[in-house]
C-alpha cells in the first residue's frame, strides 16, 4: 500500500457513517492497525504488513522528501490538504491526509507500557522510535502539529456535519 491508501483506510476506521454523532477517539493499537491492512496485503507476516507501515509514515505523502522527520511531513501533508490537492498518484483524499501521523503520535501511550509518569510522553515516544527503528529526535516537536488536531476537528465537525463521526480537539502538546 502506498501511504494515502494506509492514510485512507486508518481514517476510514475512525470516520464512517456507523459513527455518525458520535465522538472519535483516535486510539488504536499496532495490531489493529495491521489488521485493518491484511486484506491488502496476500502472504506477507504481521511484522511486514506493521514494517510497511512504518516504512510510509517515514516516508510521508508523495512531495515530502526535504521534510526531515515524521511530524514535519504530517505538517506538509495539511498544506498540501488546505491547498486543495484531493488526489497524489491516482489515489483520492478522502480524508484529510495526516490522519495516519495523529494516529502515529498516538501510538507510542499505547503500545509503550513501563515505568514511566503518566505524563512522560517523550521517552514513550523515544522507546517507540528505537522499538521501530525509527531514528529521529521527536522530542518537543508536538506543538508542532497542533494545528492538524484543530483541523480534524474543523473537518470532523464542520465540513463533514459530523455525518463520519466527531472529533473534538483535545490539547495533546506536554
Same mark, same amino acid.
Given at each position: 500500500?502506498? /501511504? ?10 475512525? !470516520?464512517?457513517?456507523? @459513527? ?7 486510539? $488504536?493499537?499496532?495490531?489493529?492497525? $495491521?489488521? &485493518?491492512?491484511? *486484506?491488502?496485503? *496476500?502472504?506477507?507476516?504481521?511484522? %511486514?504488513?506493521? %514494517?510497511?507501515? #512504518?516504512?510510509? #509514515? =517515514? ?11 515524521? /511530524?514535519?511531513?504530517? #505538517?506538509?501533508? !495539511? ?5 486543495? $490537492? =484531493? ?5 483520492? &483524499? ?9 494516529? /502515529?503520535?498516538?501510538?507510542?501511550? $499505547? ?23 525509527? @531514528? ?6 508536538? =506543538?508542532?502539529?497542533d494545528e492538524l488536531w484543530a483541523? &480534524? +476537528?474543523?473537518? +470532523? ?8 463521526g466527531c472529533f473534538k480537539k483535545?490539547? /495533546?502538546?506536554?
Amino acid at each position: 500500500m502506498n /501511504f494515502l491508501e494506509w492514510n485512507n483506510h486508518i481514517a476510514k476506521h475512525f !470516520f464512517n457513517p456507523d @459513527q455518525a454523532g458520535k465522538d472519535i477517539h483516535l486510539f $488504536i493499537t499496532k495490531q489493529e492497525i $495491521i489488521n &485493518l491492512a491484511k *486484506e491488502n496485503f *496476500e502472504e506477507e507476516t504481521d511484522q %511486514e504488513i506493521w %514494517e510497511d507501515y #512504518i516504512r510510509k #509514515i =517515514r516516508n510521508g505523502l508523495p512531495g515530502s522528501n526535504g521534510f526531515p522527520d515524521i /511530524f514535519d511531513k504530517a #505538517i506538509h501533508a !495539511f498544506h498540501q490538504w488546505k491547498k486543495g $490537492i =484531493r488526489a497524489v498518484d491516482g489515489v483520492e &483524499l478522502k480524508y484529510p491526509p495526516y490522519i495516519s501521523h495523529l494516529v /502515529f503520535a498516538v501510538l507510542p501511550l $499505547i503500545e509503550i507500557q513501563g515505568d514511566y509518569y503518566a505524563t512522560n510522553y517523550y521517552d514513550r515516544l523515544k522507546d517507540f522510535l528505537d522499538e521501530n527503528n525509527i @531514528q529521529q529526535n521527536l522530542r518537543n516537536k508536538l =506543538r508542532d502539529i497542533d494545528e492538524l488536531w484543530a483541523d &480534524l +476537528s474543523q473537518w +470532523s465537525i464542520n465540513t463533514k456535519n459530523g455525518e463520519l463521526g466527531c472529533f473534538k480537539k483535545l490539547l /495533546f502538546t506536554l
